[in-house]
Nanobody, 124 residues
């Protein structure tokens, strides 16, 4: 099994930045493709960003394109989400996900492992 633990969430004013981390433990060889998703109250879970195993391919959700960046450190078994120019509409619980496949995945249904989520609140 793979355990994913997110950290770095919190509260920030609009225009500010936050950096999220997702550390994998356990059977880390099964945590290859990774992604960040978010879910706001009353809304569906949406893709924020995804990355393949090598880090050579990334996908960024339309609503955060140009503001958020995903990266990874496979030595540390950690995936990062750098969030800049935050807006109140970015307020949500952010979830880290991992999959056994090495290819990039945009569909939440294809991920095998999920973290507990971390709250990000952006005030205006």
């Amino acid at each position: 099994q793979v355990q994913l633990v997110e950290s770095g969430g919190g509260s920030v004013q609009a225009g500010g930045s936050l950096s999220l981390s997702c550390a994998a433990s356990g059977r880390t060889m099964d945590a290859n493709a990774a992604g960040w998703f978010r879910q706001a109250p009353g809304k569906e879970r949406e893709l924020v960003a995804a990355i393949n195993w090598s880090g050579g391919a990334t996908s960024i959700g339309d609503s955060v394109k140009g503001r958020f960046t995903i990266s990874r450190d496979n030595v540390k078994h950690t995936v990062y989400l750098q969030m800049n120019s935050l807006k109140p509409e970015d307020t949500a619980v952010y979830y880290c996900a991992a999959a056994r496949t090495v290819d990039i995945l945009n569909d939440a249904r294809l991920y095998d492992y999920w973290g507990q989520g971390t709250q990000v609140t952006v005030s205006s």
